[in-house]
C-alpha cells in the first residue's frame, strides 16, 4: 500500500501546486493571506513530494517488482545502495527527484522568505509552483514513475550496470540541485517582471541563491566528469558530449549570472541584465534537464524516448522559456536601470566577464545545437567533435583568464587599470618564470603547453595577489598582516578561492593534456611493462564472482622509481541479468598525479593491457572542488551593504 | 478500505493547514512599506558596521550613506505611485481553493491510482513463489545465480535433479560433474553422474558410466543403487556369469521387502538361464507363476503400494495373461481412484492395451 499512498501523495502535491499557480497569480496583490496560503503550500508540496519519493525508495529496496519501475530497473541481488540510488537511474525517477529538489527549494523561499514584500514573496511562490505543476504533472501523465504491473514478475531486469556505481548515488542529485537551484533565481526575475518592480530585497535574495546553484552545478559537473574518467575506461574526463555540453552551458551562464549579481547587489547596476541572465540560466538549465529526454540529442545519458513525451517536454519548455523571454520583452523596457560608472571599474571587469562568458556559452550552444538543426532543416549529418569544442572553447576562454585577476583588484565605479597592473607584476613574473622552468625541463613538444601554463598560474597568483594586497604583506608587520588578512570580508576569501581554483583547474588540464603518456600491449601473468618510470608486474589472473555480475580481474603490481609497489586490480565485469560487460580501471594517485590501468580483453590467450600516466590531472578536479568551496564560504557571508564609492579627486564623466 | 481512509485523512489534514495559515490567522490587510525601511535600516546598520571595524574611511561611509538615501527616496517615491492594492482576500476564496486541491487530488487518483493492488516485497512472496512457479522458471533463476557464482554447491545440487526430471540429461551430465568437482566423488555423487550418463546413451552404461558406477561400489560394498546398475549392465551386454553373481549379491543385501527385489529376481533368473527369458524351464515358470500368485494373494489381502500393483500387472504382463492383468489392473483402479496416485501403472496398461475402469475400449 506504500506504493500507492506515494502516488497519491505526488497527486496531491501536484493539485496543491495548480491551485497554488492559480490563486497566486490572480490574487498576487490582495495582501498577506495569499503569501501565507502559497508559504504552506510550499512546504506541503514538499512534504507530499518527499513521501512520493520515499515511497519509491521503499519499493526499491524490498524488491517490490509490482512497481513498473523497479521490474524494470532494479534486480533482487543488487548491493543496497544501487538498489536505493536505482530509484533516479532512469527517466520515470529521476524526474521525481527533479520534482522533489524543486519544491525544496520552494520551501527554503518559503521558509527565509519571510522578510520579503508579500507581493514579491507571492509571485515567486506562484512561480515556484508553476514550475511544480508543469513538471510533476508532466511525470504523472506521460512518464508515472508509479505505474503497476500484475501480476507482478519474479524478477526484475536489473539496472543498466555502467550505472551500477556510487557516482550514480552522488552526481544526479548534485547536478540536479544546481540546474534547479537556478529555479529560484527565475522565478524571482519573472516576479520582478509581472510585478514591474525591483525593490531592493530583490537585489539582495538573488545572489545568494545563485550562488547555492551554482556551487552545486559545479560539484555535480565535476562529479559527473570524474565518475566518466574512471567508470567509462578510457581515461578521458571531458568528451564534449551534448548532455555534458548541456550542464556546461547553464554553467557558464550561471558563472556570469553569479557576476552580474554581484554588481546588482552592491552597486543597484546591471539590473536588467541580470534578470535577462536569470532567465538566460534557468532556461539553460530546463533545456540540460530535458533535451535528453525530448529524443532530439542521443547520447550515453539517454533514456528511452518515446515521441508523445518528447512532444509534451518540447511544449512546456516553449511555453515557459517563451513565456519568460515574451514578459521580458513586454516589461524590462518599463525597469528602471540603475548605478552608473565608467568603463574601467570593477563593475566594467565584471561586463567584460559577462561578455567572455556568454560568447563561449554561443560557442558552445551552436557548436551542440548546429548538427540538429542542419540535420532538421538540411537532411546533412554532420557531427561537430572535440576539435571545434577545444579550438573554439579555448580562444575564448584566453583572454578572458588574461583579464581575470585585474577585476578584483579595480575599485567600483571608477579605477586605475595602470595602478593594478603594478600590483600585478609580481604574479605575472611568478607565473613566467614557474612555466618557463617547467617548460624547459619537461621538454615540452606541445607548443600550446607554456601558453596554457603560463595563463594557470597568471589565474592562480593573480587570486592569491589580491589577498596580499588587501593584508598589505610585505609593508606591515607580519603579525599586522596575518590580522588583516584574518578580518578581512568573506566574500573576498571567495572571490580569490574561485578564482585560484580555477587557475588550478587550468594547470591540471594543460599538464594531462601535454604529457599524459600511453601504453596498450599484451600481457601475460608474470610479465610486465614500463610506462612514464612506473613498471607494471602482471601479477595474476583470476575469476572472481560478485553480487550481481561475475568479474574477470588481474592484479598488477606497481612499482614508482622512488616509490614502494602499489598493487592495482583493474576487472572486466559481466552483469547476469542483462549479459552487459563493463570495464572498471584502477586508479592509483601518485601525489596530484594517477596512474589509469584497464583490463582489456583476452585475445589469442593474452591480455590486452591499457595503462596511462595523467601528470596532474587531479588538479582539474581539486580546481572544481576550490570552487565550490568558495562559493560555500561566500555563502556564509552575510553582510548586507552597499558598495562604499571612493571619493576621487580626478573626476571622469560617468558613461552608461 | 484502509487505503481510501489514509488517503481521505492526508488530504484533510494538507487542506486544513493551508486553510489555517490563510484564513484562521489575524493578518494585515495591505503590505505596508515596513518592509522596505527594514530593509534600508540594516543596510545602514552595515555601514555602520563598517566605520567602525575600520573597512570605510570617513568620507566614504558619507558617500555610501548619501548613495543609500537616494535609492530609498526613489523606491519610497515609486512604491507611493503603484497602483494601490486591492481589498485582501476574502476566507471563501481560500474555501474554495482548499476544496479544489481536495477535489482534483482524489479525482486524478481515482483515474491514475490502483488502490485494489497490494504491495508485493520479494520477502513476503515465497509461498505464492512457489505454487505460481514452474520448473523452466525456478531453473532460470537459478542458471542466472550459476552463471555469476559456478562454485555454488548448493545451487548445482538443486538443479541437477531439475535437469534430470526435465529430461534434459547433457545438462544434468554438468552439473553432476561440477559436484563431484565441488565436493569430491563418493558412492551417491558417482552413481548420480553414471545415470544422467547412462540416459544419455539411451541406457548404455558402456565405458565412463561403467567405471564410476565400478567405483562407487568399491567405494561403499552396500551402496545398492550402483550394484543395480552394474547387474544391470552386465546382464544387457550378455556376461552372464558375472550378471548372475552381481544379482545375486544385491539380493543379498536386501531387507526383503524392496520395491526393487522382483526386479531384480527376475533379472536373476534371467541371467541364470543365459539369456533366455525361462518360460521354457517349467519349474521355473512355476516358481514364478508362483511368486505372482503371492503377491497377487497379498495385495489382495492387505493392499499394497502402486508400485506393487503395477508391478503385479507387469508380470502378468509378461506371463501373457491378459485376463489376469486386466483383472488386476482394475482391482488396483478400485484401490488408487485417483488417476494422478497412477501414473506409471496407467502408462504401462494402456500401453499393452488393457482397458481403463473396464469402460471398454
Keep these: ?65 509490482s512497481l513498473a519501475l523497479a521490474a524494470n530497473n532494479s534486480h533482487s541481488l543488487k548491493p543496497l545502495v544501487f538498489k536505493i540510488s536505482g530509484v533516479w537511474g532512469n527517466h520515470e525517477g ?18 527565509f522568505g519571510k522578510n520579503l514584500p508579500q507581493s514579491l514573496l507571492s509571485l515567486v511562490l506562484a512561480t515556484q509552483s508553476l514550475l511544480t505543476a508543469a513538471f510533476s504533472g508532466f511525470t504523472l501523465f506521460t512518464s508515472n514513475p508509479f505505474e503497476r504491473v500484475s501480476p507482478a514478475p519474479l524478477e526484475g531486469a536489473d539496472l543498466n550496470p555502467v550505472l551500477q556505481d556510487i557516482g550514480l548515488a552522488i552526481h544526479p542529485p548534485l547536478l540536479y540541485t544546481g540546474y534547479v537551484g537556478f529555479s529560484v533565481c527565475f522565478s524571482f526575475a519573472v516576479a ?65 549570472l553569479l557576476h552580474s549579481a554581484i554588481v546588482m547587489e552592491k552597486r543597484n547596476a546591471l539590473k536588467i541584465w541580470t534578470i535577462f541572465l536569470a532567465i538566460i540560466t534557468f532556461s539553460l538549465s530546463l533545456l540540460g534537464t530535458f533535451m535528453v529526454r525530448s529524443g532530439i540529442l542521443t547520447s550515453v545519458h539517454t533514456f ?99 583579464v581575470l585577476p585585474f577585476g578584483p583588484l579595480l575599485a567600483w565605479k571608477r579605477a586605475d587599470i595602470v595602478a593594478v597592473a603594478q600590483r600585478l607584476i609580481a604574479a605575472g613574473a611568478l607565473a613566467i618564470f614557474l612555466a618557463a622552468l617547467i617548460s624547459a625541463l619537461g621538454g615540452v613538444s606541445v607548443s600550446m603547453a607554456p601558453i596554457g601554463l603560463l595563463l594557470g598560474f597568471w589565474v ?67 610479465e610486465a611493462a614500463r610506462l612514464a618510470g612506473y613498471t607494471i608486474a602482471f601479477e ?88 565550490a568551496l568558495a562559493g560555500a564560504v561566500s555563502l556564509t557571508d552575510r553582510r548586507l551593504r552597499i558598495g562604499a564609492p571612493a571619493r576621487r579627486a580626478a573626476a571622469t564623466e560617468p558613461v552608461r | 478500505m484502509v487505503f481510501w481512509s489514509i488517503a481521505i485523512t492526508i488530504t484533510l489534514v494538507a487542506c486544513a493547514a493551508l486553510y489555517y495559515a490563510a484564513a484562521m490567522r489575524p493578518v494585515n490587510a495591505v503590505g505596508s512599506g515596513e518592509g522596505l525601511d527594514a530593509q534600508f535600516a540594516r543596510m545602514l546598520a552595515g555601514i555602520e558596521a563598517d566605520v567602525g571595524a575600520g573597512k570605510l574611511a570617513g568620507p566614504q561611509a558619507i558617500a555610501a550613506k548619501a548613495e543609500l538615501a537616494r535609492e530609498m527616496l526613489r523606491q519610497k517615491s515609486e512604491a507611493g505611485q503603484a497602483p494601490t492594492r486591492a481589498k485582501p482576500l476574502r476566507i471563501g476564496v481560500v474555501a474554495a481553493g482548499v476544496m479544489l486541491i481536495a477535489g482534483l487530488a482524489c479525482g486524478l487518483y481515482a483515474i491514475l491510482g490502483r488502490p485494489d493492488l497490494p504491495g508485493e516485497p520479494l520477502a ?55 559436484i563431484v568437482e565441488l565436493a569430491g566423488p563418493d558412492a551417491d555423487r558417482e552413481t548420480d553422474l553414471a545415470e544422467a550418463l547412462m540416459m544419455q546413451a539411451g541406457g548404455d552404461a558402456a565405458g565412463e558410466a561403467m567405471q564410476l558406477l565400478r567405483s562407487a561400489a568399491t567405494r561403499d560394498p552396500a551402496h545398492l543403487r550402483s550394484r543395480f546398475y552394474i547387474a544391470g549392465e552386465l546382464t544387457r551386454t550378455g556376461d ?76 502378468y504382463l509378461v506371463l501373457e495373461d491378459r485376463q489376469a492383468a486386466q483383472a488386476a489392473y482394475e482391482d488396483a483402479v478400485a484401490a488408487y481412484p485417483q488417476a494422478f496416485d497412477r501414473g506409471g501403472l496407467d502408462t504401462l496398461a494402456l500401453g499393452a492395451g488393457l482397458s481403463l475402469n473396464g469402460d471398454g475400449q
Design chain 1, 540 to 627: 595474476r589472473f583470476e575469476e572472481v564472482p560478485g553480487p550481481n555480475y561475475s568479474a574477470e580481474r588481474g592484479t598488477f603490481r606497481v612499482t614508482g622509481e622512488s616509490d614502494a609497489t602499489r598493487i592495482l586490480s583493474p576487472e572486466r565485469r559481466i552483469y547476469a541479468a542483462s549479459g552487459m560487460p563493463t570495464t572498471e580501471a584502477a586508479i592509483e594517485t601518485y601525489g596530484f598525479s594517477q596512474l589509469y590501468l584497464q583490463l582489456g580483453e583476452p585475445v589469442d590467450g593474452t591480455h590486452v593491457v591499457r595503462a596511462w600516466f595523467k601528470p596532474y590531472v587531479t588538479l582539474i578536479w581539486i580546481g572544481a572542488l576550490l570552487m
Design chain 1, 192 to 256: 520582478a517582471l509581472v510585478s514591474g518592480r525591483i525593490d531592493a530585497a530583490w537585489a539582495r535574495w538573488v545572489r545568494p541563491w545563485t550562488t547555492l546553484a551554482w556551487l552545486f552545478l559545479t560539484l555535480g559537473i565535476a562529479m559527473g566528469s570524474y565518475w566518466a574518467y574512471y567508470e567509462l575506461g578510457w581515461g578521458g574526463w571531458w568528451f564534449w558530449d551534448p548532455v555534458e555540453n548541456a550542464s556546461f552551458m547553464p554553467w557558464l551562464a550561471g558563472t556570469a
Design chain 1, 1 to 65: 500500500m506504500t506504493i500507492e499512498l506515494g502516488h497519491f501523495a505526488l497527486i496531491l502535491a501536484f493539485a496543491i501546486a495548480s491551485v497554488s499557480t492559480l490563486g497566486g497569480y490572480l490574487f498576487w496583490r490582495r495582501g498577506e493571506r495569499v503569501a501565507l496560503f502559497l508559504q504552506q503550500g510550499a512546504v506541503l508540496q514538499f512534504v507530499l513530494v518527499a513521501a512520493a519519493f520515499a515511497a519509491l525508495i521503499q519499493a526499491f529496496v524490498v524488491s517490490d517488482f
Design chain 2, 124 to 178: 513476503s512472496r515465497p509461498e505464492i513463489a512457489a505454487r505460481n512457479m514452474n520448473l523452466e522458471e525456478a531453473i532460470a533463476r537459478i542458471e542466472a545465480r550459476l552463471a555469476i557464482a559456478p562454485d555454488d554447491l548448493r545451487g548445482w545440487t538443486v538443479i541437477a535433479p531439475a535437469y534430470m526430471e526435465l529430461q534434459r540429461y547433457a545438462d544434468a551430465e554438468r552439473a553432476f560433474r561440477r
Design chain 1, 460 to 526: 592562480a597568483f593573480g587570486a592569491l595577489a589580491e589577498l596580499i594586497e588587501r593584508s598589505r604583506l610585505g609593508r606591515l608587520p607580519l603579525i599586522e598582516s596575518a590580522r588583516r588578512l584574518a578580518g578581512l570580508p568573506r566574500s573576498a576569501w571567495a572571490t580569490a578561492l574561485g578564482h585560484f581554483g580555477l587557475g588550478v583547474t587550468v594547470l591540471g588540464i594543460v599538464a594531462t593534456t601535454a604529457w599524459e603518456s600511453e601504453l596498450v600491449t599484451t600481457l601475460n601473468p608474470g
Design chain 2, 240 to 315: 552372464y556369469t558375472a550378471a548372475v553373481e552381481a544379482w545375486q549379491e544385491l539380493i543379498g543385501l536386501a531387507e526383503g521387502n524392496e520395491p526393487w527385489l522382483a526386479t531384480a529376481r527376475q533379472g536373476l533368473a534371467f541371467a541364470e538361464a543365459g539369456g533366455v527369458a525361462p518360460q521354457d524351464d517349467e519349474t521355473q515358470q512355476e516358481a514364478i507363476r508362483g511368486m505372482v500368485e503371492g503377491l497377487a494373494a497379498r495385495l489382495q489381502s492387505e493392499g499394497g503400494s502402486v508400485e506393487e500393483w503395477t508391478q503385479l500387472v507387469r508380470a
Design chain 1, 304 to 402: 528511452a524516448s518515446d515521441p508523445t513525451r518528447g512532444l509534451v517536454i518540447l511544449s512546456i519548455l516553449a511555453v515557459l522559456i517563451g513565456g519568460a523571454f515574451a514578459l521580458f520583452a513586454l516589461r524590462a523596457p518599463a525597469l528602471r536601470a540603475g548605478g552608473l560608472f565608467a568603463p574601467v571599474s570593477r563593475e566594467g571587469a565584471l561586463i567584460l566577464n559577462n561578455l567572455f562568458l556568454a560568447t563561449a556559452l554561443g560557442a558552445v550552444l551552436v557548436g551542440t545545437l548546429y548538427p540538429l538543426l542542419l540535420d532538421a532543416l538540411a537532411g546533412m549529418t554532420i557531427s561537430v567533435g572535440a576539435p571545434f569544442f577545444n579550438l573554439t572553447f579555448s580562444i575564448l576562454m584566453a583572454p578572458l583568464l588574461v
Design chain 1, 94 to 111: 529521476s524526474m521525481v527527484l527533479w520534482v522533489l529538489i524543486l519544491v525544496a527549494f520552494g520551501a527554503m523561499v518559503a521558509a
